[in-house]
Protein backbone atom coordinates (compact mmCIF):
# COMPACT_ATOMS: atom_id res chain seq x y z
CA UNK A 1 0.00 0.00 0.00
CA UNK A 2 0.89 3.90 -0.25
CA UNK A 3 2.18 5.64 2.83
CA UNK A 4 -1.08 7.71 3.41
CA UNK A 5 -3.22 4.49 2.79
CA UNK A 6 -1.57 2.58 5.60
CA UNK A 7 -1.98 5.23 7.57
CA UNK A 8 -5.64 5.83 7.05
CA UNK A 9 -5.81 1.42 7.30
CA UNK A 10 -3.85 2.05 10.55
CA UNK A 11 -6.46 4.64 11.66
CA UNK A 12 -9.62 2.43 10.90
CA UNK A 13 -8.08 -0.30 12.41
CA UNK A 14 -7.69 1.56 15.37
CA UNK A 15 -10.80 2.62 15.57
CA UNK A 16 -11.74 -0.90 15.85
CA UNK A 17 -9.46 -1.79 18.35
CA UNK A 18 -10.20 1.10 21.01
CA UNK A 19 -14.17 -0.43 20.68
CA UNK A 20 -15.26 2.91 18.67
CA UNK A 21 -16.18 0.92 15.50
CA UNK A 22 -18.71 -2.31 15.98
CA UNK A 23 -19.34 -5.47 14.38
CA UNK A 24 -21.90 -4.41 11.61
CA UNK A 25 -21.36 -0.45 11.35
CA UNK A 26 -21.10 0.19 7.47
CA UNK A 27 -17.82 2.47 6.16
CA UNK A 28 -19.28 5.26 3.87
CA UNK A 29 -16.56 5.80 1.40
CA UNK A 30 -17.15 9.69 1.01
CA UNK A 31 -17.72 10.87 4.59
CA UNK A 32 -14.53 8.53 5.79
CA UNK A 33 -12.46 9.63 3.59
CA UNK A 34 -12.93 13.06 4.66
CA UNK A 35 -12.67 12.47 8.07
CA UNK A 36 -9.60 10.56 7.89
CA UNK A 37 -8.00 13.09 5.28
CA UNK A 38 -7.56 11.13 2.13
CA UNK A 39 -8.45 10.81 -1.43
CA UNK A 40 -11.41 8.52 -2.18
CA UNK A 41 -8.76 6.39 -3.82
CA UNK A 42 -6.39 5.92 -1.00
CA UNK A 43 -9.42 4.81 1.35
CA UNK A 44 -10.30 2.37 -0.92
CA UNK A 45 -6.61 1.16 -1.23
CA UNK A 46 -6.92 1.08 2.77
CA UNK A 47 -10.26 -0.60 2.77
CA UNK A 48 -9.66 -3.04 0.23
CA UNK A 49 -6.57 -4.20 3.18
CA UNK A 50 -9.02 -4.36 6.24
CA UNK A 51 -11.28 -6.60 4.33
CA UNK A 52 -8.23 -8.92 3.81
CA UNK A 53 -7.48 -8.84 7.00
CA UNK A 54 -11.22 -9.87 8.41
CA UNK A 55 -11.46 -6.51 10.04
CA UNK A 56 -14.66 -5.34 7.40
CA UNK A 57 -15.86 -7.20 5.08
CA UNK A 58 -18.21 -6.45 1.51
CA UNK A 59 -21.78 -6.51 1.66
CA UNK A 60 -23.69 -6.71 -1.32
CA UNK A 61 -25.87 -3.41 -1.86
CA UNK A 62 -24.43 -2.11 1.29
CA UNK A 63 -20.36 -1.85 0.92
CA UNK A 64 -17.67 -1.96 3.73
CA UNK A 65 -19.06 -2.75 7.01
CA UNK A 66 -17.59 -3.75 9.89
CA UNK A 67 -17.36 -7.47 10.57
CA UNK A 68 -19.12 -9.77 13.07
CA UNK A 69 -16.50 -13.00 13.88
CA UNK A 70 -18.40 -15.80 14.26
CA UNK A 71 -17.44 -19.32 16.54
CA UNK A 72 -14.91 -20.40 13.89
CA UNK A 73 -13.26 -16.97 13.79
CA UNK A 74 -12.65 -17.33 17.73
CA UNK A 75 -11.28 -20.25 18.01
CA UNK A 76 -8.54 -19.55 15.35
CA UNK A 77 -7.72 -16.46 17.26
CA UNK A 78 -7.29 -17.93 20.22
CA UNK A 79 -5.09 -20.53 18.88
CA UNK A 80 -2.81 -18.06 17.52
CA UNK A 81 -3.33 -15.98 20.91
CA UNK A 82 -2.11 -19.56 22.76
CA UNK A 83 1.26 -19.75 20.49
CA UNK A 84 2.17 -16.42 21.01
CA UNK A 85 1.26 -14.72 23.97
CA UNK A 86 2.16 -17.57 26.72
CA UNK A 87 5.51 -17.64 24.37
CA UNK A 88 6.21 -13.62 24.53
CA UNK A 89 5.76 -14.12 28.25
CA UNK A 90 8.08 -17.39 28.92
CA UNK A 91 11.09 -16.39 26.22
CA UNK A 92 10.60 -12.78 24.19
CA UNK A 93 13.85 -10.81 24.27
CA UNK A 94 12.03 -7.65 24.50
CA UNK A 95 11.68 -8.27 28.43
CA UNK A 96 12.46 -5.16 30.42
CA UNK A 97 11.59 -3.78 33.48
CA UNK A 98 9.99 -0.64 31.01
CA UNK A 99 7.85 -3.37 29.58
CA UNK A 100 6.86 -4.44 32.86
CA UNK A 101 6.14 -1.36 34.02
CA UNK A 102 3.44 -1.24 30.64
CA UNK A 103 1.88 -4.03 31.54
CA UNK A 104 1.46 -3.06 35.28
CA UNK A 105 0.04 0.43 33.68
CA UNK A 106 -2.44 -1.09 31.82
CA UNK A 107 -3.79 -2.96 34.77
CA UNK A 108 -3.75 -0.10 36.96
CA UNK A 109 -6.18 1.32 33.62
CA UNK A 110 -8.39 -1.00 33.76
CA UNK A 111 -9.00 -0.75 37.97
CA UNK A 112 -9.27 2.99 37.40
CA UNK A 113 -11.70 2.61 34.92
CA UNK A 114 -13.66 0.02 36.40
CA UNK A 115 -14.06 2.27 39.11
CA UNK A 116 -14.81 5.54 37.30
CA UNK A 117 -17.68 2.88 35.81
CA UNK A 118 -16.03 3.30 32.36
CA UNK A 119 -17.08 0.09 30.59
CA UNK A 120 -15.69 0.66 27.30
CA UNK A 121 -12.33 1.70 28.73
CA UNK A 122 -12.15 -1.64 30.95
CA UNK A 123 -11.84 -3.45 27.58
CA UNK A 124 -9.41 -0.88 26.00
CA UNK A 125 -7.49 -1.81 29.52
CA UNK A 126 -7.34 -5.08 28.30
CA UNK A 127 -6.48 -4.45 24.67
CA UNK A 128 -3.48 -2.56 25.94
CA UNK A 129 -2.52 -5.44 28.36
CA UNK A 130 -2.33 -8.03 25.56
CA UNK A 131 -0.80 -5.64 23.58
CA UNK A 132 2.12 -4.92 26.12
CA UNK A 133 2.36 -8.97 26.60
CA UNK A 134 3.35 -9.52 22.66
CA UNK A 135 5.77 -6.46 22.73
CA UNK A 136 7.79 -8.46 25.35
CA UNK A 137 8.87 -10.95 22.10
CA UNK A 138 10.90 -7.88 20.99
CA UNK A 139 9.48 -8.25 17.29
CA UNK A 140 7.62 -5.65 15.12
CA UNK A 141 6.29 -8.58 13.15
CA UNK A 142 4.60 -9.68 16.15
CA UNK A 143 3.39 -6.39 17.02
CA UNK A 144 2.02 -6.20 14.11
CA UNK A 145 0.09 -9.46 14.24
CA UNK A 146 -0.84 -8.38 17.17
CA UNK A 147 -2.70 -5.27 16.15
CA UNK A 148 -4.76 -7.35 13.80
CA UNK A 149 -5.75 -9.77 16.41
CA UNK A 150 -6.58 -7.05 19.02
CA UNK A 151 -9.19 -5.66 15.87
CA UNK A 152 -10.70 -8.79 15.66
CA UNK A 153 -10.45 -9.52 18.75
CA UNK A 154 -12.65 -6.25 20.07
CA UNK A 155 -15.40 -7.23 17.33
CA UNK A 156 -15.45 -10.66 19.15
CA UNK A 157 -15.83 -9.04 21.93
CA UNK A 158 -19.12 -6.89 20.97
CA UNK A 159 -20.79 -10.03 20.33
CA UNK A 160 -21.03 -10.09 24.06
CA UNK A 161 -24.25 -8.74 25.90
CA UNK A 162 -22.38 -7.12 28.26
CA UNK A 163 -18.45 -7.37 27.34
CA UNK A 164 -17.23 -5.32 30.82
CA UNK A 165 -18.76 -8.61 32.81
CA UNK A 166 -16.48 -10.42 30.75
CA UNK A 167 -13.69 -8.22 31.08
CA UNK A 168 -13.85 -7.66 34.79
CA UNK A 169 -12.53 -10.79 36.37
CA UNK A 170 -9.81 -10.77 33.87
CA UNK A 171 -8.60 -7.22 35.59
CA UNK A 172 -7.33 -9.37 38.49
CA UNK A 173 -5.95 -12.62 36.14
CA UNK A 174 -3.55 -9.56 34.45
CA UNK A 175 -2.20 -8.42 37.93
CA UNK A 176 -1.20 -11.70 38.75
CA UNK A 177 0.60 -12.11 35.68
CA UNK A 178 2.70 -8.79 36.81
CA UNK A 179 2.64 -9.98 40.23
CA UNK A 180 4.67 -13.29 38.46
CA UNK A 181 6.96 -11.14 36.08
CA UNK A 182 8.30 -8.87 38.48
CA UNK A 183 8.76 -12.27 40.64
CA UNK A 184 11.00 -13.49 37.66
CA UNK A 185 8.91 -16.17 37.11
CA UNK A 186 8.40 -16.12 33.43
CA UNK A 187 7.50 -19.50 33.39
CA UNK A 188 4.59 -19.49 35.95
CA UNK A 189 3.11 -16.02 34.04
CA UNK A 190 3.29 -18.25 31.01
CA UNK A 191 1.18 -21.20 32.53
CA UNK A 192 -0.97 -18.74 34.18
CA UNK A 193 -1.51 -16.63 30.86
CA UNK A 194 -2.17 -19.70 29.20
CA UNK A 195 -5.03 -21.01 31.07
CA UNK A 196 -6.64 -17.70 31.21
CA UNK A 197 -6.64 -17.81 27.40
CA UNK A 198 -8.50 -21.50 27.36
CA UNK A 199 -10.72 -20.24 29.87
CA UNK A 200 -11.81 -17.02 27.90
CA UNK A 201 -11.84 -19.07 24.39
CA UNK A 202 -14.59 -21.50 26.40
CA UNK A 203 -16.21 -18.42 27.74
CA UNK A 204 -17.00 -16.72 24.56
CA UNK A 205 -17.98 -20.17 22.82
CA UNK A 206 -20.65 -21.25 25.23
CA UNK A 207 -21.74 -17.56 25.28
CA UNK A 208 -25.25 -16.85 23.49
CA UNK A 209 -24.15 -14.05 21.00
CA UNK A 210 -21.17 -16.07 19.81
CA UNK A 211 -23.21 -16.17 16.38
CA UNK A 212 -24.86 -13.35 16.71
CA UNK A 213 -25.44 -10.53 13.67
CA UNK A 214 -24.96 -7.05 14.09
CA UNK A 215 -27.33 -5.49 16.32
CA UNK A 216 -27.85 -2.43 14.04
CA UNK A 217 -27.17 -3.70 10.00
CA UNK A 218 -28.00 -0.27 9.09
CA UNK A 219 -25.84 1.73 11.08
CA UNK A 220 -22.84 3.89 9.54
CA UNK A 221 -19.97 5.33 10.81
CA UNK A 222 -20.43 8.71 12.49
Known sequence: MSTSAERAARQVR??????????????????????????????????????????????????????????????????????????????????????????????????????????EGVGSANQHFHRAVVALAGSPRLDALMDLLLAEMRLVFHSMGDPAAFHTPYLEENARICDLLEADDREGAARHLAGYLARARDHLLSAPGSRTTADDPGSDAR
Not at 18 to 41: D, H, K, Q, W, Y
Not at 60 to 79: F, N, Q, S
Open 14 to 119: EEVVEGRLRSGTRLPEERLAAAIGVSRNTLREALSQLVAERILVRVPHRGVVVATPGPEDIRDLYAVRMLVEPAALAHGSGLSDRRVEGLRAAVDEGRAALAAGDL
